[in-house]
């Protein structure tokens, strides 16, 4: 004999059938928040079934969530299903079909999972393939062991609402550092103006440029919807767009690869390709091209190429004491990055090729 304690969305049976629907979804929407239907099995919760098992002394216990068609066994101890099908009955418990083609001369006994605002979301069952008793003592330990699991569950609902808001306020303030390091660009842009001195300008455009390139980067960030990682390719395509208006030569992005890098390897390669395209642009002239790939050995590889006149004689891409500012920063953004930089002939047979290879952090 099947022995069933909890109660079900049954409870709404007297209702209309429109507004069971509607109860049905809002339940839905209630459920779908914790993000737990169809994930994969957890420790946490795989301990809660092992011991309700053990207290009841059976050899089944499941922790089911109701989706809209099918109960989803978030975690099962003496199971191999994985699902079980809703019954179409609403006053009849929401898994009798299953239970009774399942487990027809069994015993089993459930609690409902309830969120705060009363909605069911599942249920921590217990199962034997031989009929028994309980007694209330047990009933109110496998209530206590619901009760863990909607704590749970509450718990991890506001950790990942927390995170949401930390993440709006990061792109806040992300905003606010682009807009600031705009201004500086700006009065950096004005001032150079008014310099009677070629090379003083020359020098404070240089400064602007290279807080713009800052603020670019700042400007990345605070559109990112995920926190942590940035989509390198968009993002170098659109520095790519930005440099070739700016230095006035068509810089281009090849063959970059579709991955995700974190936000602390963000900065360093957008003023690494600033620098070096500046550099070819100098330098060099067009075209230029920047390639990003990530490669087997767990690192990635950024590579600026120019079809310039090529290197200077005794060129020495590390010995900074003789370069301009511009290979000192490089050089500094490449010890961040704890990457390699190194400088070679282009391959197509004129120019050159400055290469950062960095492991993935
Ligand atoms: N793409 C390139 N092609 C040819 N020579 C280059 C290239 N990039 C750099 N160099 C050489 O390396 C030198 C050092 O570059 P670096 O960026 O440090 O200084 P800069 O560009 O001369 O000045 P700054 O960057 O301080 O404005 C350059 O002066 C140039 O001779
Ligand atoms: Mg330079």
Redesign the pocket.
């Known amino acids: 004999m099947l022995h069933l304690v909890h109660p079900t969305p049954g409870a709404h049976a007297d209702s209309p059938s429109h507004e069971r629907a509607g109860i049905e979804a809002i339940r839905l929407a209630a459920l779908e928040q914790y993000e737990i239907l169809d994930t994969a099995p957890e420790l946490a919760f795989d301990r809660i079934t092992a011991l309700a098992a053990d207290l009841f002394n059976t050899p089944i216990s499941i922790l089911g969530f109701i989706g809209a068609e099918q109960v989803f066994f978030k975690s099962r101890h003496g199971l191999e299903a994985t699902q079980a099908s809703r019954g179409e009955d609403p006053a009849a418990p929401v898994m009798m079909p299953w239970l009774r083609a399942e487990f027809a001369n069994g015993f089993h006994a459930g609690v409902p999972l309830h969120d705060p605002d009363g909605y069911e979301l599942g249920t921590l069952c217990v199962i034997d393939r031989r009929s028994r008793q309980v007694d209330e003592q047990q009933m109110r330990r496998l209530r206590a062991l619901g009760s863990v699991v909607t704590d749970l569950l509450a718990m991890r609902l506001a950790a990942r609402r927390a995170l949401a808001q930390a993440e709006i306020a990061s792109s806040e303030v992300d905003h606010r550092a682009m807009n600031s390091l705009q201004f500086v660009a700006s009065l950096l842009q004005l001032q150079s103006r008014a310099s009677a001195s070629l090379e003083v300008t020359q020098q404070l455009l240089?400064a602007a440029n290279r807080v713009l390139s800052v603020a670019r980067v700042h400007r990345t960030f605070s559109t990112q919807e995920a926190a942590g990682r940035v989509p390198i390719a968009a993002h170098l395509r659109r520095l790519c767009e930005e440099l070739s208006t700016s230095v006035g030569s068509e810089i281009r992005l090849e063959g970059a690869d579709e991955v995700d890098v974190p936000k602390e390897q963000v900065l360093p390669i957008g003023l690494i390709v600033n620098?070096l395209a500046?550099?070819?642009r100098?330098?060099?002239g067009d075209p230029i091209t920047i390639t990003f790939r990530r490669l087997a050995e767990g690192e990635y590889e950024l590579c600026v190429l120019?079809e310039?006149?090529?290197?200077?004689a005794g060129?020495d891409v590390a010995a900074t004491g003789g370069?301009?500012?511009?290979?000192?920063v490089v050089n500094a953004l490449v010890a961040q990055l704890q990457g390699r930089l190194t400088a070679h002939p282009n391959p197509v047979g004129r120019?050159?090729c400055?290469k950062v290879v960095f492991p993935v952090a």
């Open positions: 240089a620098e500046t550099n070819a100098k330098h060099a120019d310039g006149p090529g290197l200077p060129f370069l301009g500012l511009g290979m000192k120019g050159s400055f």
